[in-house]
C-alpha cells in the first residue's frame, strides 16, 4: 500500500484518509445543536423551513404565511428532511441545522478534490486543512443558511473544471455544481460559475482542448434538469409568483444600486486569514517561474471573476463573501508547500502560542461565568447577559476538555514538515470554536434566542382576538412568532396581508415609541435579555 507522510511520519492512506475525516468532524459538529435559530439570518432561513414543515408548499417557499423567494429551495428541501428524519432525538431547529453539516462536509471533500486534481497526491488533505483554517468560514457554516448548499456547489464547480481536464467526468461534475448553485443561491451565482467555465479556455492553454469542450457538453446536459424543472413548477404552480421570482433575480439584484466596491477587498484581512498571504506567495512563485500552472490559473480566475460579480452586487455583506474561500484555499495550496522554512516555523510557533492563549483564556471565562471565580469577571459576564443561569454543567464541561486535550496530543504528535502549520493551524481553529460552541452555547442562546421573550409576549395576550397585525416587524421576528407561538401577523406594510386585527406588534427602539394611530391601548412592551437596540411593543384595540 502507498504511504503518504502526515505530521512528519509514514502512514497508510486509509489512516491519513481517516485523521482528517475526524478534524473535519471535529470543526463540523460543535455548534450544530443546543441553541435556537438566531437573528438576522438563521431565523427567517428555519421561518421558511418551518412553513415547508408545517404543511407549505416545498415548491414556492412562504415565511410566516407570506410568499418568500428570496432563494431557491434546494437548501429549504435538505433542512425540512433533515428535520423531519431526526426530530424525535432532536428539537426541531437543531434537526434543521445539520442539513448545514451536510453541505458544509460537501464542500470540504469537493474542496479537498480539487485541491488534489490541481497539485497531485498528499494536496488534498492540505486544501481541506487550509479551507478549515479560514475564520470567515467557521460561524456561518454553523448556521441555517442556504449559502452553505451555495459553498457546496461552488466547490464542486471547482472540481469538475480541474476534472474536465482529464474527461468529461468532469462535466458531470460541472454542471452538477451549477445547479447546486443555481436551486441554493439564484441566477447570478450560477452566472458567476458558467463565466470561469466559458473563460477557461480563453487564459490557459490547458483548457483549450477537446476534451475540455466534450466535459463542457455534459456540464450542460447535466445542469439543465437542475436549471428547468424547479422554475417549471414554480411557473405551473403560480405564474404570478414565478414572475415576482424572476424579476427579483435580474432587475433587483442586477440592475439595482451598488454600493461601496472596495467592501470586499476591506474584509478579506480577516475574512480570509491566513489564506490570501499564502495566494500571494503562490502567486509570487508562478509568475516568476515559466508558464502560469493550472494550479494557479483555475483559482486565480475564479478568485476573480466571484470578487467582481460580488462588487457590483447591490448588497455588502461578510455572509457573501463565503464563495471566495475556496478559490483562496486552492490558491494557497502550493504557496504552503513551497514556504520557506523561516516563514514555515513561524507560522507554527504563532498558532502553537496564540490557540494555546485563547484555550486557556476561554477555561478561565468559562470558570468566572459557570463557577462564578473570579468574582468580577463573572458579575461582567452576567450583566452581559442578565437572563443566564450560571451553574456547572457535566457535558459541555467534559467536551470541553475532550477537545483541550485533543490540542495538546496534536502538539506533541505533530513533526516538522513542510505541511505541519496548515494543519496545527486548522487543530487550533477547530478547538477554539469548539470551545466557544461548548462552553458558552447556553450564555450566547439566552441574548440571542427569541424564545424567552415571545414566551412573555404570550402571557400579555387576551383570551380572545380576531388577529395580530404587525408594524415595521422583521422577517427573523415573523418567523419565530410563527414557531414558538404559532402566531401568523399581519403586516400593514403589505397591503394583500393587511387585516382588520385588534392586536398590533410594533418593533421599535428602546427610546423611540411609534404609537400606531388610532384608538389603541398598549398591554405589553418588551425585549430579549440585555437587547439594548430592539424594543417590541403590544397594543390592543380600544373597545
Not at 466559458?198 to 483548457?207: D, F, G, H, Q
Not at 467536551?399 to 505541519?420: E, I, P
Request: glycine share 10%.
Amino acid at each position: 500500500m502507498n504511504n503518504s507522510i502526515v505530521r512528519g511520519y509514514a502512514l497508510p492512506v486509509s489512516r491519513r484518509h481517516l485523521l482528517i475525516v475526524v478534524l473535519c468532524l471535529a470543526w463540523v459538529l460543535p455548534g450544530l445543536v443546543a441553541h435556537d435559530p438566531w437573528k438576522p439570518d438563521e431565523a427567517y432561513s428555519f421561518g421558511v423551513v418551518y412553513e415547508m414543515i408545517s404543511g407549505g408548499s416545498w415548491i414556492a417557499p412562504s415565511l410566516a404565511g407570506e410568499p418568500f423567494l428570496k432563494e431557491p429551495p434546494l437548501y429549504y428541501l435538505s433542512a425540512a428532511l433533515s428535520a423531519v428524519l431526526l426530530s424525535p432525538v432532536l428539537p426541531l431547529h437543531d434537526a434543521a441545522r445539520l442539513a448545514t453539516g451536510f453541505w458544509v462536509l460537501l464542500t470540504l471533500l469537493f474542496c479537498g478534490l480539487a485541491a488534489r486534481e490541481l497539485n497531485g497526491p498528499g494536496a488534498g488533505a492540505l486544501g481541506i486543512a487550509l479551507l478549515l483554517g479560514s475564520f470567515g468560514l467557521v460561524v456561518r457554516s454553523h448556521q441555517i443558511i442556504p449559502n452553505v448548499a451555495g459553498l457546496a456547489g461552488f466547490a464542486m464547480a471547482y472540481y469538475g473544471c480541474a476534472r474536465a481536464m482529464r474527461g468529461p467526468l468532469g462535466g458531470v461534475w460541472l454542471g452538477t455544481g451549477m445547479g447546486i448553485v443555481f436551486l441554493s443561491q439564484g441566477i447570478p451565482e450560477t452566472a458567476t460559475v458558467a463565466l470561469i467555465a466559458a473563460l477557461l479556455p480563453l487564459v490557459s492553454s490547458t483548457w483549450r482542448t477537446r476534451t475540455y469542450a466534450v466535459a463542457v457538453g455534459v456540464a450542460i446536459g447535466a445542469a439543465l434538469p437542475w436549471l428547468t424543472i424547479w422554475p417549471l413548477l414554480l411557473h405551473t404552480y403560480s405564474p404570478g409568483i414565478f414572475d415576482q421570482w424572476l424579476q427579483s433575480e435580474t432587475v433587483a439584484r442586477l440592475h439595482g444600486r451598488a454600493g461601496t466596491g472596495l467592501y470586499y477587498l476591506r474584509i478579506l484581512p480577516w475574512y480570509a486569514w491566513p489564506l490570501w498571504p499564502l495566494a500571494i506567495w503562490s502567486l509570487w512563485r508562478a509568475f516568476g517561474s515559466g508558464p502560469v500552472k493550472p494550479a494557479i490559473t483555475l483559482p486565480l480566475l475564479g478568485l476573480l471573476i466571484t470578487l467582481l460579480a460580488l462588487t457590483e452586487g447591490t448588497d455588502k455583506r461578510e455572509l457573501f463573501a463565503l464563495p471566495l474561500l475556496v478559490p483562496l484555499a486552492l490558491l494557497a495550496v502550493p504557496g504552503t508547500q513551497t514556504l520557506r522554512r523561516g516563514a514555515a516555523n513561524a507560522w507554527y510557533w504563532f498558532a502553537v502560542m496564540g490557540f494555546t492563549f485563547f484555550i486557556l483564556v476561554a477555561w478561565v471565562y468559562w470558570s468566572g461565568l459557570e463557577l462564578g471565580v473570579p468574582p468580577r469577571l463573572h458579575a461582567h459576564l452576567h450583566r452581559l447577559q442578565p437572563g443566564y443561569t450560571p451553574g456547572f454543567k457535566w457535558l459541555p464541561f467534559l467536551l470541553g476538555a475532550l477537545y483541550t486535550a485533543g490540542w495538546f496530543a496534536v502538539l506533541f504528535r505533530s513533526k516538522r514538515n513542510a505541511q505541519r502549520p496548515a494543519f496545527v493551524w486548522a487543530a487550533g481553529v477547530t478547538v477554539t470554536w469548539a470551545l466557544l460552541a461548548t462552553l458558552f452555547i447556553g450564555w450566547v442562546d439566552t441574548g440571542k434566542s427569541y424564545r424567552g421573550m415571545i414566551r412573555n409576549l404570550e402571557s400579555a395576550l387576551p383570551s380572545t382576538y380576531r388577529c395580530m397585525s404587525s408594524r415595521d416587524l422583521g422577517e427573523p421576528q415573523r418567523a419565530m412568532l410563527h414557531y414558538f407561538a404559532g402566531i401568523l401577523t399581519y403586516r400593514e406594510e403589505a397591503a394583500e396581508r393587511r387585516r382588520d386585527c385588534d392586536l398590533m406588534l410594533v418593533q421599535g427602539t428602546p427610546q423611540d415609541e411609534k404609537v400606531p394611530p388610532g384608538n389603541w391601548i398598549k398591554i405589553w412592551e418588551g425585549n430579549r435579555p440585555g437587547d439594548k437596540v430592539e424594543r417590541y411593543r403590544l397594543y390592543r384595540a380600544h373597545p
